[in-house]
């Protein structure tokens, strides 16, 4: 059971570049999340979503963009790197919603310089 | 404000004691639900404990147990006979509006042998 894999597990990015952070569940999860996590702190929501072709904000949101367009696959999207992401990054899925235990990916290290 | 305030920085116990980590939060709904994680070197994530804000009796699992006091917004952990296993950051977080998860700044953990 491959459980949430992200990937890449680490990237570099340069000011202004773009990526594409890919997140991918196989347990038929119908809600899944995105979250950052900066050096010494909790994690903060980014985007989530309730389901294929629905997705809302978080805590978070700006400089970022989420699709959801197959219950598997949640991916992140950053357009213009900034140094202020740099960050790990770490997609999470869950069964359902409120007390519901939520499966963490292994997380993505991006650095931006 | 929706907040997680984990007061203790950092914390160590000897192998086979108990610890007790602390919680508070702040925030205006009423029905929420509130979690422990885990997050070992290996930067994975792992559920600990999970309490539903509307009820009185305090979530255990195993060697875990919470001291949930709603009207003081306090939530801490126990940790029973600690193990070496149990070295980690630890994260306070609660789930609002059933999908708005907000963490804390997280406790790093030491057990010592």
């Known amino acids: 059971n491959a459980g949430v894999t992200q990937t890449p597990k680490f990237r570099i990015l340069k000011i202004g570049q773009s990526m594409t952070l890919q997140c991918a569940q196989d347990?038929?999860?119908?809600?899944m999340y995105w979250y950052r996590q900066d050096p010494g702190m909790g994690l903060k929501l980014i985007y989530y979503?309730?389901?294929?072709?629905?997705?809302d904000k978080g805590e978070v949101p700006n400089g970022y963009n989420v699709s959801r367009s197959t219950t598997e696959d949640f991916p992140l999207r950053l357009e213009l790197a900034a140094p202020s992401q740099t960050s790990v990054y770490f997609c999470?899925?869950?069964?359902?919603?409120?007390?519901?235990?939520?499966?963490f990916g292994d997380g993505t290290r991006l650095s931006i310089l | 404000a929706q907040t997680v305030t984990q007061s203790q920085p950092e914390m160590s116990v000897q192998e086979a004691e108990t610890v007790t980590l602390s919680c508070t939060y702040d925030?205006?709904?009423?029905?929420?639900?509130l979690f422990w994680y885990k997050q070992p070197p290996s930067r994975q994530m792992i559920l600990v404990i999970r309490?539903?804000?509307?009820?009185?009796q305090n979530a255990t699992e195993n060697r875990f147990s919470v001291n949930f006091q709603k009207a003081a917004k306090s939530f801490s952990l126990k940790i029973s006979d600690s193990q070496l296993g149990d070295t980690a950051m630890y994260f306070c977080?609660?789930?609002?509006?059933?999908?708005?998860?907000?963490f804390g700044a997280g406790t790093r953990l030491t057990v010592k042998p």
């Open positions: 309490q539903e804000a509307y009820k009185q």
């Open positions: 925030t205006s709904e009423n029905n929420y639900y």
């Open positions: 999470a899925s869950s069964y359902g919603a409120g007390s519901q235990p939520q499966h």
């Open positions: 977080a609660f789930m609002i509006n059933n999908n708005d998860m907000r």
């Open positions: 979503s309730v389901g294929a072709g629905i997705t």
């Open positions: 347990m038929n999860h119908n809600y």
